[in-house]
């Protein structure tokens, strides 16, 4: 098939962090060469060679990927506008930057989550503050101009002056993308077990900390263009701007997910099974009112107005008169947007607007 954007998931950790819900394998290191001969052969199966506007290699850890094996899945990738690896700032040597660039990669995406030491164990991160700075700087002298940082909040035992240092430490490394996400942590891990009592007393205080993070960025030269994404010089997360604009893109890897037009499919989450051919897949069929709901969801996440022609259905006649009238929305006919209060507010107000 030909569709513009791929993902390709690398599963492979040195740790697991008790937070992570994503598909990860740790102990496996022998298994890199066989994930990756796997990789090619689902790329071969499902995709007919040609290039495509953006490609997104996450994880897992992708770096961690043994740096023949990773050198050789990019090289065999079809060519892209844009090519993002996620790092964990650890993983980055000076040898890897280089040939992360040499490889023809021209964005990364690096693990950066908070430069409190403390609040780094909380997460069982295995970076210092030091290794996101030195990461930052090799990835720079590699050629990069093209970064981002990955930074979490509402992390337990964090306080807003901690909040406020990492923006502030994040601003200093001046990356051209910053991602601030609020941490979620699925109920039932050992992670909600050991910190339950200090989530929901952080819970009380997301509100706050958001609305730091965006006057924070956004004074500081970077643009709000999503919910939780930050940029400047006009360098969106491309790859994850496909999905907000609801396009089709193709998953490979174990346990990735594709959406390719109302199929919905997820691959198999049992590596064993993945190495052998057998996908397994999980398909889910996606009727037009799924599919025009997604698109109003996901679009009102962008600071852009929405194009609702063929949408309409999917929206709440009175609830968006509703939103309107407390200035939360506004409805230009053939757009539609959220203001700044609205974005705030998220998906409540899109909940509100939502037949």
């Known amino acids: 098939m030909s569709v513009r954007h791929l ?18 394998a740790t102990g496996r290191d022998h298994l890199h060469g066989a994930y990756v001969d796997a990789l090619l052969r689902e790329l071969a199966e499902e995709h007919d060679g040609g290039p495509v506007d953006t490609i997104f290699l996450g994880g897992g850890t992708p770096t ?27 993983t980055v040597t000076p040898e890897l930057a280089r040939e992360l660039r040499n490889a023809g990669v021209n964005r990364v995406s690096l693990g950066a989550q908070t430069f409190q030491p403390h609040l780094l164990e909380v997460l069982e991160r295995r970076a210092t503050p030091p290794d996101v700075v030195r990461a930052f700087g090799r ?53 909600t077990i050991a910190h339950g009592a200090e989530l929901e007393r952080q819970a009380e ?50 346990g990735a997910v594709s959406t390719l037009g109302h199929e919905r499919r997820r691959n198999t989450p049992r590596l064993a099974r993945y190495l052998q051919g057998d996908y397994d897949r999980e398909i889910e069929l996606l009727d037009d009112e799924t599919r025009s709901r997604e698109r109003v969801m996901l679009g009102l996440r962008l600071d852009e107005p929405l194009p609702v022609g063929g949408l309409r259905s999917a929206l709440d006649t009175d609830g968006l008169a509703r939103a309107e009238r407390l200035g939360l929305a506004v409805d230009g006919g053939e757009t539609l947007a959220l203001t700044r209060r609205g974005r705030f507010l998220g998906g409540g107000v899109t909940a509100e607007i939502l037949a």
């Open 139 to 191: 990835l720079r002298e590699a050629g990069f101009d093209n970064l981002s940082l990955d930074l979490i909040y509402g992390i337990p035992g964090q306080t807003p002056e901690e909040l406020a240092a990492d923006l502030e430490q994040a601003i200093a490394l001046g990356p051209e993308h910053i991602s601030a996400y609020e941490l979620e942590a699925k109920p039932g891990t050992r992670f």
């Open 7 to 24: 993902y390709v998931h690398l599963p492979f950790c040195a740790h697991r962090c008790g937070y992570c819900d994503f598909v990860t």
């Open 64 to 90: 961690y990927t043994a740096l023949p094996e990773l050198l050789r899945l990019l090289r065999s990738l079809p060519p892209a506008g844009e090519l993002t690896v996620e790092a964990n700032p650890e």
């Open 205 to 254: 205080q997301m509100e706050d900390y958001f609305e730091r993070v965006v006057a924070t960025l956004t004074g500081a030269g970077y643009r709000w263009y999503e919910t939780a994404n930050f940029c400047r010089g006009g360098k969106r997360a491309e790859h994850n701007l496909a999905y907000w604009l609801g396009r089709d893109y193709l998953g490979l890897g174990v």
